[in-house]
């Protein structure tokens, strides 16, 4: 496989590879780390980190949308996150308030749909309601989905989908025979993406190189690019540096070519 390449100006032997706008991941997730160590970083509160993240995340989304993407899954708060202090679990439910209050025009003016998966019902009434009112005000655009991990855990979602399996087996309505990979996948929060509930594509930023419990079933056959860069500093040549990254590596599934 050969990547396209453009030449740096004033340096004709140094090549760049250029992202190939046909092969564009169809839904990329991402892992947005280091907004504490941004923030300690600059002797800021933690919390001044995550008011910069969500900067980053309107930045990212508008640029995901423009290059194509069709579902971007963005892991905001992990059901692991509530041990974190008080205050800066406070702040974290404030922001999607934030963030939806002054953004959905924007999102709208880009066809960007909103959507969630997790346990929202669990958050304060006012975020489940910016959420709720989000994925309303935005029900009718049908380019890229902005997909929220709110109150997300891949082993919870498993769980839940084993229980919803459960249920239906001793209901009757589902022999145990009948339980294959699609079966598993159509009761999992993915399911609402359709073709698209699996990644392509997942970046963590901030050096960091685990998967923190995200989309522990979806990943099955993901590309991993993990960025130095903490989630503030990440920008649109980060993420197309990284689709440049993902559109380099031989993808098999297993087999031997493709
Ligand atoms: C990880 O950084 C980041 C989070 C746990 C929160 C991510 C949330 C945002 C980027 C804003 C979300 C915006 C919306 C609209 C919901 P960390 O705090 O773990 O950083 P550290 O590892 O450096 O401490």
């Given at each position: 496989?050969?990547?396209?390449?453009?030449?740096?100006?004033?340096?004709?032997?140094?090549?760049?590879?250029?992202?190939?706008?046909?092969?564009i991941p169809a839904h990329i997730a991402?892992?947005?780390?280091?907004?504490?160590?941004?923030?300690?970083q600059r002797h800021l509160p933690r919390v001044a980190g995550h008011k910069e993240g969500m900067q980053t995340v309107k930045k990212i989304a508008?640029?995901?949308s423009q290059l194509g993407v069709k579902v971007l899954s963005l892991y905001a708060f992990s059901t692991e996150n509530?041990?974190?202090p008080a205050d800066e679990v406070n702040y974290l439910m404030q922001l999607p308030v934030r963030f939806f209050q002054t953004?959905?025009?924007?999102?709208i003016k880009h066809n960007v749909r909103v959507s969630v998966m997790g346990d929202i019902?669990?958050?304060?009434?006012?975020?489940?309601?910016?959420?709720?009112?989000?994925?309303?005000?935005?029900?009718?655009?049908?380019g890229m989905v902005l997909n929220f991990a709110l109150?997300?855990?891949?082993?919870?979602?498993?769980?839940?989908?084993?229980?919803?399996?459960?249920?239906?087996?001793?209901?009757?309505?589902?022999?145990?025979?009948?339980i294959d990979e699609s079966t598993v996948a159509e009761h999992l929060m993915t399911n609402q993406l359709g073709e698209f509930e699996d990644p392509e594509l997942i970046i963590r930023t901030s050096g960091e190189q685990r998967i923190s419990n995200f989309m522990l079933w979806q990943l099955a056959y993901s590309e991993f690019v993990f960025?130095?860069?903490?989630?503030?500093?990440?920008?649109?040549?980060?993420?197309?540096?990284?689709?440049?990254?993902?559109?380099?590596?031989?993808?098999?599934?297993?087999?031997?070519?493709?």
């Open positions: 496989m050969f990547a396209k390449f453009k030449k740096n100006q004033g340096d004709d032997s140094a090549k760049q590879p250029i992202i190939d706008r046909n092969k991402i892992i947005m780390d280091g907004n504490g160590r941004w923030a300690n508008i640029a995901a509530w041990k974190r953004f959905v025009p924007d999102l019902t669990k958050l304060p009434v006012a975020t489940q309601k910016a959420v709720n009112d989000a994925i309303k005000d935005t029900s009718e655009c049908n109150n997300y855990g891949g082993r919870a979602e498993i769980v839940e989908a084993i229980q919803q399996l459960a249920q239906l087996v001793k209901d009757e309505q589902l022999k145990i025979s009948q960025v130095s860069e903490h989630w503030p500093d990440f920008n649109q040549q980060s993420l197309e540096n990284a689709i440049i990254e993902y559109q380099g590596r031989h993808r098999r599934f297993g087999g031997l070519q493709n």
